[in-house]
């Protein structure tokens, strides 16, 4: 079964940067899609970013387009997400996740989520 660990997230001033990492315990994590996804208060999972298994593509909201990239290591069993530019509206749990496409019903397993806090 994949487990999957998050850690990065923190306090961060409007413009500032942050990097998210998103470890997984499995050897054939070179197989699996991998996303981003965040939960603001009172809102409902809103997807961030994805990439393909073997990191050939990516996608983005259109909310983070620009500001935002992910990656991954496979040989690490890690996935990224570089956060720049951030804004208060940014700032949510920030879960990843393997499967595919864009709903996170299409997602099989999530990790327990890093809190990200933007001040302005």
């Known amino acids: 079964q994949l487990q999957l660990a998050e850690s990065g997230g923190g306090l961060v001033h409007a413009g500032g940067s942050l990097r998210l990492s998103c470890a997984a315990s499995v050897r054939t994590f070179s197989s699996y899609g991998m996303a981003w996804f965040r939960q603001a208060p009172g809102k409902e999972r809103e997807f961030v970013a994805r990439?393909?298994?073997?990191?050939?593509?990516?996608y983005y909201a259109d909310s983070v387009k620009g500001r935002f990239t992910i990656a991954r290591a496979n040989a690490k069993n890690t996935v990224y997400l570089q956060m720049n530019s951030l804004k208060p509206e940014d700032t949510a749990v920030y879960y990843c996740?393997?499967?595919?496409?864009?709903?996170?019903?299409?997602?099989?397993?999530w990790g327990q989520g890093t809190q990200v806090t933007v001040s302005s």
């Open positions: 990439i393909t298994s073997n990191g050939g593509f990516t």
């Open positions: 996740a393997e499967g595919y496409g864009s709903s996170s019903r299409t997602y099989n397993y």
